[in-house]
């Protein structure tokens, strides 16, 4: 069975980084994309990035210059690097990879940043 587990979110000051983390398991096929989206309360899921398996990178618009993605396949993970935060970022981080038949998602990793 497929896990998607994300880590590193936190609370953080205006203005700091965070480094959130996303681990696959339970999978021996080829992870093709590998992205990030948010929500925040009350709002719609909204895309943050994603990165191909040929590591190509795109972002959405709204972390477009502040956010960096990344993956290393031999440990299945990828990685947001997120810099000057603001509060508007403070939501709900989910990750999702597509392996084999489907696209999986976690459960989440929570950003607050305080102002």
């Known amino acids: 069975q497929v896990e998607v587990v994300e880590s590193g979110g936190g609370l953080v000051q205006a203005g700091g980084s965070l480094r959130l983390s996303c681990a696959v398991s339970?999978?021996?096929?080829?992870?093709?994309?590998m992205g990030w989206y948010r929500q925040a309360p009350g709002k719609k899921r909204e895309y943050v990035a994603h990165?191909?398996?040929?590591?190509?990178?795109y972002y959405g618009d709204s972390m477009k210059v502040r956010v960096t993605i990344s993956r290393d396949d031999a440990e299945k993970m990828a990685y947001l690097q997120m810099n000057s935060l603001k509060p508007e970022d403070t939501a709900m981080y989910y990750c999702?990879?597509?392996?084999?038949?489907?696209?999986?998602w976690g459960y989440g990793t929570q950003v607050t940043v305080s102002s």
């Open positions: 990165i191909t398996r040929r590591g190509s990178t």
């Open positions: 339970g999978t021996s096929d080829r992870i093709n994309d």
């Open positions: 999702y990879a597509e392996t084999g038949p489907g696209t999986y």
